[in-house]
């Protein structure tokens, strides 16, 4: 009596697992966040965010031009607005010479090459730590799309390759895009986070830009983890109305939602592997609890196995150094 048919033949050495492996991580995987403050000379480390640091634009060029060597061509930019700058309406959001619009152009300038993605959405410069504009403890759908579509026309001119509008409004996607092609910023792509979910994993991020609801919480909005099918309507919604890549957020605890999304569209999906995410790994890893580069790789690559064409992570370096 044989077993019908020996699996483990393809798992013996490393040579053979190598050969039939079906998924196989490289930089060209991964969009890398960078978060930007105002000052000179800072690199500040996020506390729920270990090895992880907050950029003044001097050191963000230095910064980019490593991640460039390391054959990470991709990033997405988020800034950490000071508290006098913030009100109800997003003003600072699209001052032509506000510090996004600076970064934008200083990543430019170190590394012309590089592929530049911005944040669309209000909560950084929010006074309530909203993506939206406030208005009796409602988030106004309508007025805050305007906005998103005057800023990302801001960031287009600033030099951005893609805006990433994060916020979740309605009709947000066929406005911007609408509005760029009006500007003649045709070539500017939009990476929708089209299927954005409500969840407690956003926590160190918001640490990270002071941003953290004011009141309330993101549920009018941001969707209920519980649901499936609204993830596939809001995206598709999305490619209608213009993004050239969509994504799941957070990343892990959505990866049935990434295989099926993949399945039905056919524009490259993009997943965000988030904060939390990250700094669950780094806290378990800290207290020898998790291997921490084996952990790592073990999600990357399960992102990328449930259909991520591209995953924006903490991670970047980290993986690509390991690579
Ligand atoms: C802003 C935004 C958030 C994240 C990306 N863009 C926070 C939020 O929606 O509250 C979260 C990213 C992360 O946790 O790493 N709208």
């Known amino acids: 009596m044989y077993p019908l048919r020996r699996n483990r033949r393809l798992r013996t050495n490393e040579a053979v697992r190598s050969l039939v492996r079906e998924t196989i991580l ?23 965010m270990p090895n992880y640091f ?4 001097d050191l963000l060029e230095k910064e980019v031009k490593e991640l460039w060597s390391l054959g990470l061509k991709s990033v997405l930019l988020f800034v950490k607005v000071p508290d006098k700058l913030k009100d109800n309406k997003g003003k600072e959001a699209i001052n032509p010479d506000g510090l996004m619009q ?42 805050t799309v305007e906005v998103l579509t005057e800023m990302s026309v801001s960031h287009a001119k600033a030099g951005a390759n893609f805006v990433a509008p994060s916020d979740m409004m309605d009709g947000r996607i066929l406005s911007i895009r609408e509005a760029l092609e009006d500007e003649g910023y045709i070539n500017t792509g939009i990476m929708s986070y089209s299927a954005k979910y409500a969840s407690a994993f956003y926590g ?37 109305e213009g993004a050239d890549i969509v994504m799941v957020k957070p990343g892990l605890c959505y990866l049935d939602i990434v295989r099926e999304i993949k399945n039905e569209v056919d524009v490259p999906v993009a997943v965000y592997q988030v904060s939390g995410e990250y700094a669950m790994v780094k806290a378990a890893a800290e207290r ?4 921490h580069d084996a952990v790592m790789m073990e999600q990357l690559t399960a992102i990328k196995r449930a259909g991520a064409n591209i995953i924006a992570t903490y991670f970047a370096q980290d993986a690509v150094r390991l690579l």
């Open 288 to 291: 020898g609890w998790l291997d």
């Open 102 to 143: 600076r970064a934008i152009k200083r990543v430019k300038h170190a590394c012309p090459e590089m592929l530049v993605m911005t944040d669309v959405a209000l909560d950084p410069y929010s006074t309530y730590g909203h993506d939206g504009i406030v208005e009796h403890d409602q988030i106004l759908n309508d007025e």
């Open 54 to 57: 907050r950029y003044s634009l």
């Open 204 to 240: 160190p991020f918001r640490d990270a830009l002071d941003s953290a609801p004011g009141f309330g919480d993101k549920k009018t909005y941001q969707m209920d983890y519980a649901n499936r099918f609204e993830a596939i309507a809001e995206t598709e919604m999305d490619i209608d």
């Open 26 to 48: 490289s930089p060209n995987d991964f969009l890398v966040p960078l978060f930007v403050v105002e000052g000179k000379n800072i690199k500040e480390e996020i506390p729920s």
